[in-house]
């Protein structure tokens, strides 16, 4: 069975920084591409980051470039972000979910989500 | 950026109505377009990949069509289960965009 399991989520303060992982299990991790998709509490999905299967390539919305970071350790089935220079408006839940294998950047498998909160 | 238009933003419905929910791209996505279902405190849930294929494990009752830019998610009978936000996203171009949204709620 296939499981995303995030952690590192909290309260950081305006300017701060924040690292979120993502376990994965249940499937050939190496193999896949993997996101990460926001989501404010009772609001819309937005994408935030792509990593390829060597961590070799990578994407990000205009609103995190510069400030995240995404990497992935595939000998620990680990997705990372690395938020700096924490913003409010990056108050949401993050999900990582996995690239659908065989098609074009869909997400077939998402985590639970873990909140991250920017606030003084 | 693709600009996904979803349409209505919520629409209210019986046990058993067909539901048909719209999405507008900016520009032309051919078929690279993914419908996902969340129900409140739920993750979302892959229903519909390239425009009309169906998620292993859906129920047939779901269906989508379109391409270029206009594409309909379709709920042939709604069911109890059903009642939740609708979401269409591109898989055409980074950055990947989501539509804002379809509430289907119980008439």
């Known amino acids: 069975e296939v499981q995303l399991v995030e952690s590192g989520g909290g309260l950081v303060q305006p300017g701060g920084s924040l690292r979120l992982s993502c376990a994965a299990s249940g499937f050939t991790f190496s193999s896949d591409w993997m996101h990460w998709v926001r989501q404010v509490p009772g609001k819309g999905l937005v994408w935030v980051s792509r990593?390829?299967?060597?961590?070799?390539?990578?994407s990000y919305a205009d609103s995190v470039k510069g400030r995240f970071t995404i990497s992935r350790d595939n000998a620990k089935n680990t997705l990372y972000l690395q938020m700096d220079s924490l913003r409010a408006e990056d108050t949401a839940v993050y999900y990582c979910?996995?690239?659908?294998?065989?098609?074009?950047?869909?997400?077939?498998?998402w985590g639970q989500g873990t909140l991250v909160t920017v606030s003084s | 950026d693709i600009q996904m238009t979803q349409s209505p933003s919520s629409v209210s419905a019986s046990v058993g109505d067909r539901v048909t929910i719209t999405c507008r791209a900016s520009?032309?996505?051919?078929?690279?377009l993914a419908w996902y279902q969340q129900k409140p405190g739920k993750v979302p849930k892959l229903l519909i990949y390239?425009?009309?294929s169906l998620q292993s494990g859906v129920p047939s009752r779901f269906s989508g069509s379109g391409s270029g830019t206009d594409f309909t998610l379709t709920i042939s009978s709604l069911q109890p289960e059903d009642f939740a936000t609708y979401y269409c996203q591109q898989g055409n171009s980074f950055p990947l965009t989501f539509g804002g949204g379809t509430k289907v709620e119980i008439k």
């Open positions: 979910a996995r690239d659908r294998p065989g098609s074009n950047y869909y997400f077939d498998y």
């Open positions: 990593i390829n299967t060597d961590g070799s390539g990578t």
């Open positions: 390239a425009a009309s």
């Open positions: 520009q032309g996505i051919s078929s690279w």
